[in-house]
């Protein structure tokens, strides 16, 4: 298993995942493409210290988009972002206080 600072490249934050973790609990975080749901979850429970908090693990693949600047055309990178839901009540206090 890898260290959990290799699979928890950054928080995610957007106004519907802050909307999502005040009514379910849900923290979002960029991950590599090749990790895995169980990698995550002890990942998540490693770097912040809760034992047996987390209750799923949901990934999405999201494609890089297609931009244009002037007559460049170039894509984005693609990449994998893992939504993580904590059991009522576990709060991870590092990204509160971000």
Do not use: W
């Amino acid at each position: 298993m890898r260290p959990y600072y290799e699979i928890l490249q950054e928080h995610v934050f957007t106004e519907k995942l802050s909307l999502l973790k005040e009514k379910l609990n849900v923290y979002c975080f960029r991950v590599p493409r090749d990790a895995n749901k169980i990698e995550i979850g002890r990942a998540v429970e490693e770097a912040f210290e809760l034992k047996n908090k987390v209750l799923h693990v949901n990934t999405v693949n999201v494609k890089g988009k297609t931009k244009r600047r002037g007559r460049h055309v170039y894509t984005t990178s693609s990449y994998k972002k893992a939504v993580v839901t904590l059991v009522k009540g576990a709060v991870i206090d590092a990204v509160e206080e971000a």
